[in-house]
Nanobody
Framework: QVQLVESGGGLVQAGGSLRLSCAAS????????MGWSRQAPGKQRGFVAS???????NYADSAKGRFTISRDNAKNTMYLQMNNLKPEDTAVYFC??????????WGQGTQVTVSS
């Protein structure tokens, strides 16, 4: 099992930037890919971005051109750099890790609020 702890959320004005971090511990050797999902009030959790152990990235259409996912394997940490934030980006952002098990591991979430 992998334990995940997010940080870096907060309140920012529209057009601003934030960088989220996700620190992984536990069975990190088993991780195939990591990523971010988000959940806005009253909405289902949705995919934002992911990165494989080989560095291949994937983004939701809403994130392309504004968000950048990266990972520092030496620090067992993944990042999400979010630029040009919009009010519709307001959500709780969750880090996830996919290993060989049937379900991904999730972090506890970090709140991102973008004011207009």
């Amino acid at each position: 099992q992998v334990q995940l702890v997010e940080s870096g959320g907060g309140l920012v004005q529209a057009g601003g930037s934030l960088r989220l971090s996700c620190a992984a511990s536990g069975s990190i050797f088993s991780i195939n890919s990591m990523g971010w999902s988000r959940q806005a009030p009253g909405k289902q959790r949705g995919f934002v971005a992911s990165i494989t152990s080989g560095g291949t990235t994937n983004y939701a259409d809403s994130a392309k051109g504004r968000f950048t996912i990266s990972r520092d394997n030496a620090k067992n940490t993944m990042y999400l750099q979010m630029n040009n934030l919009k009010p519709e980006d307001t959500a709780v952002y969750f880090c996830f890790a996919r290993s060989s098990g049937p379900r991904p591991d999730w972090g506890q979430g970090t709140q991102v609020t973008v004011s207009s």
